[in-house]
């Protein structure tokens, strides 16, 4: 797993050097806490809440920090 924090921390520096936002999609791999890669089972946990709106929270294993990401909900048009 040092491999993949060092690929994070190079993709990182990459994109702060050009300024270039990782897509989203990578960001989510990311913990925004230690900067750790999220390997759902090895790395991070993921759970589906029901709380409020649904949403998918990942838990990083090495720093206990979690992101929420929502899930896609129906808009009614009015």
């Not at 999220?38 to 206990?64: A, D, N, Y």
Request: with cysteine.
């Amino acid at each position: 797993m040092d491999l993949a924090r060092r690929y994070v921390d190079l993709a990182r520096k990459i994109g702060m050097r050009y300024k270039v936002r990782l897509p989203i999609e990578y960001r989510w791999m990311i913990c925004k806490h230690c900067k750790h890669f999220l390997f759902p089972g090895k790395t991070s946990r993921t759970r589906i809440q029901q709380k409020r709106e649904p949403h998918i929270v990942v838990t990083c294993l090495s720093c206990g920090g979690y992101n929420r990401m929502p899930l896609n909900q129906r808009r009614n048009k009015t």
